[in-house]
């Protein structure tokens, strides 16, 4: 309703947990280092615990999003299940035959499936949401399913994430085996008045074409004093509060109109004109300015209102949005990735800006809305239409870089390790967006995968850990960040490899370029790269174990663009689809086994030609023309 009047691509207070609307605030940091290092122990069990609307299960989403190809997950949602349907729901998550009726063929299957997977060097974990709701019974079960092992370690991990009730459930008497089997406990927390603006902040930078509202410090005090920190909560009022201040004409959220959408909200009515009023009084506001502006408007035009008109039926509730007519998928990724004079630099430009989305917001189906086509919102005074952004100011562009050097060895023995990590992944997302944001507090994270992983979630990028050599990381063809040892050296340093071909690599520290050949930084590369990457159009999860039914069609779209034009449109992952990726998956040389997880997901992005994406080959080419010039 309000979108075009503040310049946003979408609602960005939505009540949907979107991955990529994901705030870090301390408590969820140690929360998904928690889960990212029960995956690298690999035994016992693990809980997640956290009031109502505190964004467990978004946690949980951007969890499994980043877990690599070495990693199979089942994820379980609705676990209000007998112990045998938890079975039969656990199978049909590994995609393995779960027909049987009894517990003990089901257990059977699940453990010829984990004894695969150890074979095969991989790791299994179940994470079960709204795990308060599991009976004792279940419980049981699951203690049981944790007995699957081997003479030196587990076959699966179990990770349970729900509300607080599970906490006093797994305290009890009856439960004390299970109790005394996990090994790693945390606690969501509210967020505190500070990471409120911060999370206020986040949400609109995420969803903004341009910077069209501001929220002030009395409208943060409003929001913290009503929701106490709970997201849920400051979802609900940010979205009224806007609601409310879009139908005052205003750009600025200050704490009187936060005030009045809290007032609108808890139901205390008669005071001010909302307060009083309620929904009457916005709805006869809104006609009464839409009444002035037809005065205004037909006189002077004829035929169909432009799209700034505000709408005809306005209500203090956001109306359901009306479904978009289906759209070609590339055509609009090529229209998004062509805006991005619109875009704030170091926000994603990936997702397209939809005018209007079905319920289920597949971001296979929605609809750009071309720059020449934006709004213009109404004409307010000069203080409203341009306030003062709470996004950073890029920094200031560096100086022209030095002649390349091209002795790695010694370039590394004189290279400061400390912060190399912070400067390495700067410099490996920098082709991507100029604007790169990487907060001081993950400098205390010890654990590469996780710092890696949060500092580039944090900059709405996925990451994807490679273990590997040089040529999996030039079939990837994108910027990556390398664990590199000097000579005589235990502690590492990083550098990001920004260009490449199969003779020569182009290293990068942010400053300084090194040039090496593969002989050479073999000599000091361990074998472990962390690549980010987008996943511009949002495909979740592992097709087809654990993925939504939008995520299949999006990929099975994909399929089509890309040359498999015999593909349906349909959210089932036949054999037909399986086939495609598996020939895609043998061409680019990775592991062929027609599931679409992080690896697979890169190399179909990579066949769009109209996606936005710095390759390695090309800055391989360019940083040679550079070269040849000096």
């Avoid at 994470?127 to 007995?147: G, K, P, T, Y």
């Avoid at 008497?173 to 999370?199: A, V």
Wanted: glycine share 6%; hydrophobic share 35%; with cysteine.
């Amino acid at each position: 309703m309000y979108e075009k009047f503040f310049g946003f691509s979408e609602r960005p207070f939505q009540l949907v947990p979107n991955p990529t609307y994901l705030f870090l605030s301390k408590s969820h940091e140690e929360a998904l280092a928690h889960l990212t290092y029960a995956v690298s122990q690999g035994d016992g069990f693990v809980k997640i615990t956290g009031e109502v609307g505190t964004g467990k299960t978004t946690l949980c989403r951007v969890f499994l999003d980043n877990l690599d190809d070495q990693t199979e997950a089942a994820y379980i949602l609705n676990p209000m299940l007998s112990a045998a349907d938890l079975l039969k729901a656990i199978n049909d998550e590994f995609d393995i035959p779960s027909d049987a009726d009894e517990s003990r063929p089901l257990i059977d299957t699940l453990n010829a499936f984990l004894m695969e997977k150890k074979r095969e060097g991989k790791q299994v974990i179940l994470l079960i949401d709204e795990a308060q709701n599991l009976s004792r019974d279940v419980l049981e079960q699951l203690r049981l399913l944790s007995n699957l092992e081997t003479n030196t370690s587990k076959l699966l991990q179990i990770i349970l994430v729900g509300q607080p009730e599970l906490r006093e459930k797994l305290d009890s008497h009856e439960l004390r085996q299970l109790s005394q089997r996990i090994t790693l406990s945390c606690h969501l927390k509210p967020l505190d008045f500070r990471e409120t603006g911060e999370y206020i902040r986040h949400r609109i930078r995420i969803a903004s074409r341009k910077m069209g509202v501001r929220f002030t410090r009395s409208a943060h005090r409003a929001i913290y004093r009503y929701s106490g920190g709970i997201p849920r909560l400051i979802n609900i009022v940010c979205d009224r509060a806007m609601l409310t201040a879009y139908g005052l004409n205003k750009h600025k959220i200050s704490g009187y109109i936060a005030r009045e959408a809290i007032r609108e909200l808890a139901g205390k009515g008669d005071t001010g004109v909302f307060g009083r009023y309620g929904k009457t009084g916005l709805i006869l506001g809104l006609i009464l300015l839409m009444a002035g502006a037809s005065v205004f408007y037909f006189p002077r035009h004829s035929g169909t209102t432009d799209g700034a008109t505000p709408p005809t039926q306005p209500s203090s509730v956001t109306p359901p949005e009306t479904a978009s007519p289906p759209g070609h998928l590339l055509e609009d990724t090529a229209k998004n990735a062509n805006q991005k004079a619109d875009i704030t630099p170091g926000l994603p430009h990936e997702k397209p800006a939809t005018e209007q989305k079905t319920e289920s917001a597949a971001p296979a189906v929605a609809h750009l809305a071309p720059a020449s086509e934006t709004a213009v919102p109404p004409v307010t005074p000069p203080a409203e239409a341009s306030p003062r952004s709470d996004a950073r100011e890029p920094e200031p562009a560096a100086r022209p870089a030095p002649p390349p050097v091209r002795d790695l060895g010694n370039f590394l023995s004189r290279m400061e390790l400390a912060p190399s990590r912070r400067t390495a992944l700067r410099a490996a997302i920098t082709p991507w967006q100029t604007y790169v944001d990487i907060k001081a507090s993950l400098d205390h994270i010890e654990d590469d995968p996780t710092f890696f992983r949060l500092a580039a979630r944090q900059n709405t990028f996925s990451l994807q850990r490679v273990r590997g050599d040089l040529n999996q990381l030039i079939m990837l063809n994108l910027p990556t960040v390398l664990t590199l040892y000097p000579e005589g050296s235990d502690v590492p340093g990083y550098l990001a490899l920004t260009g490449a071909d199969t003779e020569t690599l182009i290293l990068s520290d942010g400053r300084q370029t090194v040039v090496a050949g593969p002989e050479e930084l073999n000599r000091f590369w361990s074998g472990v790269a962390y690549t980010p990457w987008k996943n511009f159009l949002g495909i979740t999860g592992t097709i087809p174990r654990n993925a939504s039914a939008d995520s299949i069609i999006t990929l099975k779209m994909i399929l089509q663009d890309i040359g498999f034009r015999q593909i349906e449109i349909t959210p089932v992952y036949n054999d037909e689809t399986r086939q495609a990726v598996r020939q895609i998956q043998e061409r680019n040389g990775v592991t062929v086994d027609g599931a679409v997880g992080p690896m697979t997901k890169i190399i179909l992005y990579n066949e769009i030609p109209s996606l936005t994406i710095p390759h390695l080959s090309d800055a391989r080419l360019s940083a040679s023309g550079r070269e040849g010039e000096n």
